[in-house]
């Protein structure tokens, strides 16, 4: 087939459903783009086409037959290019011709056993009779191909030109050679002839497919304008069965419609009358309901409001219990501030009775001082009484300087210890300022509250009573 016949067949098969549409997609577009098919593809197509043309399915032939003619052709036991012919065609699942079979047969010794073979009915003989014919003569020029080259190959070495004179009773081969050349020339005239006829057959192969294709097309569109008119019909005649029983449904509507509007009548002036006594009590109820649905959403308004101002003292005195507990806890910190500083201002007054008494000390021991020298001046001790006063002396002094020492470091600590007692005592004071203010802020937001909520609930009694009241005169 040629490139536009095969486009053709492909997109056939695609509207008819027959083959797997990814793989006859990838096709068509191989073939949009002028591009070769792969072999595998190449093989689809060939057998759709053997299927589409009703001819006989793949055959199979018994392995050990394949590498029989197999080993012919490497023998070379046989017409080499025949054999290879053959043994391609049973590769591909064809039946051979009569000849090639009786011929494979003769060289094998044996019968042909094909297996699986589910033969069909062929539904136009002349296209399988044109098949085998372009077949045949693609596999004549094929010998007669390889006959020529042959030949030529076995003239070449032959053919050279005559160096010098010929001996006394040579002849020249120059005739021989003519003769080969006409014989070559009128093999070629054959060829030609041979591939003009195989082309003419395969022309006219693919005029006669797209005939059946178009003629198989028509058919398929026939059957199926056919199908579509007979539902067509069906479709009618339920139609028009419907529509003779809608119209017996309709006369008898049509007959309890009548009676019923005779009912409707009477029932409507019953109604009239019953609806305007209904419209002035509905008018009554309505006023009714919307006081009481006003009264209803000032109640429901001002508890809500309740509810909030309960929330908000509630909040309000979980804040000042917290803070409540703050202040005890803090407290509790200035009270253990407070006894750490009594004991330090205890320990204060013990360094200054401490300090008294060394200044006393101190006096007394001045005043022995100042005696001793009177007595030594007014006296003429001994040199034993004058080491002995003079080692009391040294003992006084060295009990003074202790003494000043131990003054001057509890002086310095008694100092430092008034700065950090006032330094406390200020912060003391304004944590005590503060927390006032706190309490009092508290005291103030509570008792606000507490006003608005009695307020509240002064109004929700009053709103109550005014209910109960409309309640007892409707």
Do not use: C
């Amino acid at each position: 087939m040629t490139l536009a016949e095969t486009r053709a067949f492909v997109e056939k098969l695609l509207l008819t459903g027959n083959g797997d549409p990814g793989r006859l997609t990838h096709i068509l577009n191989l073939l949009k783009q002028n591009r070769p098919l792969y072999n595998s593809d190449q093989k689809y197509i060939d057998a759709k086409f053997a299927q589409d043309l009703g001819m006989q399915e793949m055959l199979k032939v018994e392995d050990d037959t394949l590498t029989k003619i197999q080993k012919l052709i490497s023998s070379g036991n046989g017409d080499t290019g025949r054999l290879q012919f053959i043994l391609e065609f049973l590769k591909q699942g064809k039946t051979l011709y009569r000849s090639d079979r009786s011929y494979l047969e003769s060289k094998l010794g044996q019968k042909i056993n094909y297996t699986d073979i589910t033969p069909k009915q062929d539904s136009n003989e002349t296209i399988e009779h044109l098949k085998s014919q372009v077949t045949w003569a693609n596999q004549k020029i094929i010998n007669l191909e390889s006959i020529i080259n042959q030949k030529i190959e076995t003239l070449q070495p032959s053919v050279r030109k005559p160096q010098g004179t010929l001996p006394k009773g040579w002849q020249d081969q120059t005739p021989n050679l003519e003769q080969i050349q006409k014989q070559l020339a009128t093999e070629q005239t054959k060829l030609d002839h041979e591939k003009t006829e195989a082309e003419r057959i395969r022309i006219e192969q693919s005029k006669m497919m797209q005939i059946i294709l178009d003629r198989q097309e028509f058919e398929k569109q026939v059957k199926i304008e056919q199908e579509h008119l007979k539902k067509q019909i069906e479709q009618e005649r339920q139609n028009m069965l419907k529509q003779t029983k809608l119209v017996e449904q309709i006369k008898a509507q049509e007959a309890q419609l009548e009676t019923a509007k005779k009912e409707r009548d009477g029932i409507i002036l019953q109604l009239q009358s019953e609806q305007a006594e209904i419209a002035a009590q509905a008018a009554q109820e309505r006023a009714r309901l919307a006081e009481q649905a006003e009264v209803a959403r000032r109640i429901q308004q001002e508890k809500e409001q309740l509810e909030e101002i309960k929330a908000q003292n509630q909040k309000i005195t979980e804040q000042a219990k917290s803070e409540e507990r703050q202040l005890e806890a803090q407290v509790k910190q200035e009270k253990a501030k407070l006894a750490s500083q009594a004991k330090l201002l205890r320990t204060v007054s013990s360094y200054e009775k401490f300090l008294e008494s060394s200044k006393q000390k101190q006096t007394i021991l001045s005043q022995k001082i100042t005696q001793e020298k009177k007595n030594l001046a007014s006296a003429a001790p001994t040199l034993s009484q004058i080491q002995s006063e003079q080692a009391l002396v040294d003992q006084i002094l060295a009990q003074r300087i202790t003494l000043e020492k131990h003054i001057g470091m509890a002086q310095s600590e008694l100092q430092s210890i008034k700065k950090e007692k006032s330094t406390i005592e200020k912060q003391i004071k304004a944590q005590k300022t503060a927390i006032t203010k706190e309490k009092k802020k508290e005291t103030t937001k509570i008792k606000q509250l507490e006003r608005k909520r009695k307020a509240v609930a002064k109004a929700i009694s009053t709103e109550s009573s005014q209910i109960k009241k409309i309640g007892k005169k409707v």
